[in-house]
């Protein structure tokens, strides 16, 4: 069952009324950070495992070099959590979070990968839709058009609660849906055999494009609790991720 969206109230003109512009606004207020972890402590790699040679630590936040291939996720596994990140692509860029995922494999058949991508690159043109940033990877689609230029920072949160999934970038949900209601789908020759994983390792999936992290942070979530604190953000999809 989804979970419901809490939306920020919205600025009114003198006249009585919303712009479209004040709307976009209210993505930018404070959000409930009490109870988050933070996962990357800025000064090296404790707590991660897996692809450590491509990921260095620089100025303070995790990077992704050009030579990180691979799976590097944290040595802890999760289940329901709110993961919440900033990121920023270099132009072309493309990398994905690994969520309740095995250590070892592709997360994107053995568990789950949210997409990362440089959406307006051209050798990107022809993807599809649930192949851009904020797609759960071959599964469930996301609305485009809310990523920031590449080399700007962006940022993402990542709900996972039950069969709930619903991805919030820059303020605006761009994906939600129902992973019980997806099916091992297979794309470009693999099979989705992950989608049902109740937990896993949380990470990032390198595909030798320099990506920079900063802010990593959990909050775990627990299956008695009837609602998740969520993002201010205004809705652009609907509950199937289409």
Not at 61 to 83: A, E, H, S
Not at 156 to 164: F, K, L, P, T, W
Not at 208 to 218: K, L, S, Y
Request: net charge positive; with cysteine; proline share 2%.
């Amino acid at each position: 069952m989804l979970l419901s969206v809490i939306f920020a109230a919205p600025l009114s003109t003198d006249a009585g009324t919303t712009t479209h512009s004040q709307q976009e606004k209210t993505a930018a207020v404070a959000v409930d950070e009490k109870g988050f972890i933070s996962l990357f402590n800025g000064k090296n790699l404790e707590g991660w495992q897996g692809a450590t040679k491509g990921y260095i630590v620089e100025k303070g936040n995790l990077v992704c070099t050009t030579q990180g291939r691979g799976f590097f996720c944290t040595k802890k596994q999760y289940g329901d959590f709110i993961l919440r990140f900033e990121y920023k692509l270099g132009l072309g860029g493309n990398n994905g979070v690994g969520i309740r995922a095995p250590a070892k494999g592709t997360p994107a058949y053995t568990g789950m990968e949210i997409q990362l991508l440089d959406d307006d690159a051209e050798e990107y043109k022809d993807l599809e839709p649930v192949q851009f940033t904020g797609a759960v990877y071959g599964a469930i689609a996301c609305k485009r058009g809310h990523s920031k230029p590449a080399g700007s920072w962006n940022t993402m949160e990542i709900m996972a609660q039950g069969r709930a999934i619903r991805v919030t970038l820059n303020g605006v949900i761009i994906t939600e849906g129902d992973l019980g209601k997806v099916g091992a789908k297979a794309i470009h020759g693999g099979k989705l055999e992950g989608l049902a994983n109740a937990k896993g390792h949380i990470g990032f999936c390198g595909h030798a494009h320099r990506v920079e992290f900063r802010n990593v942070r959990i909050l775990e979530l627990h299956r008695n609790r009837s609602t998740a604190p969520a993002m201010a953000a205004r809705s652009s999809c609907g509950t199937n991720g289409s």
